[in-house]
């Protein structure tokens, strides 16, 4: 093999004159990776929940607006999704937000335009997630918190969604990991994550199989974070005689 092996250039301060080596590239990009996986997923969750409960609700309206949701975001492919959100939504809001949106920090915006992205998309799917574990329970307990007279809000509150939640959490718990994974496309507006990083170490170093070795690695470490905080999760909500503790 005639590949020139190189770990130390990794330490090697980087070629722009910034005051970091290009491992200090890669941790940044992990660092970027990390933050919009747990922002992006915060929103999913919040969306998906919503729509989710809407989509089981009594109205015929309501379950038309969460159809609608699914049905669009789950079609679209995420990259052109991505390009939507950065490209076209600015100008189709009133001038003033547009001009705000397009006038931020570059890396402030995109950020935020990851953010929305992978939130709504992931959101998406999550909604379908949350139906089906709504479905899923006896309607006998949706019958018993109305008969204890509770709203229907607090019905889904109270009872609903805390089981729901729980027994959805395998599933969950594999979106997480899907969106760490899918925070790679955000390179393709700009944001170096880790992949963007080591396509720009590549660039300047010559030297692939060092850097795609260090993001195989990181991107290990972060998805090994999560099914352990989601395992830790599982854990300490597992309610005995529905689901293993």
Known sequence: MSYQWNWGILLQPVATGEPTTYLGWLAHGFINTAVLTFAAWILAMVVGSLFGIMRTLPGKWWRAIGTAYVSIFRNIPLIVQFFIWYFVIPELLPASIGDWIKGLEPYTQFFVVSIFSLGIYTGSRICEQVRAGINALPRGQRNAGMALGFTLGQTYRYILLPVTYRTILAPLTSEFLIISKNSAVASTIGLLELSGQARQLVDYTAQPYESFI????????????????????????????????
């Open 214 to 245: 260090c993001v195989t690695l990181a991107y290990v470490a972060l998805n090994f974070l999560i099914i352990r905080l989601m395992g830790w999760i599982r854990h300490r909500t597992s309610l005995p005689g529905l689901m293993e503790s």
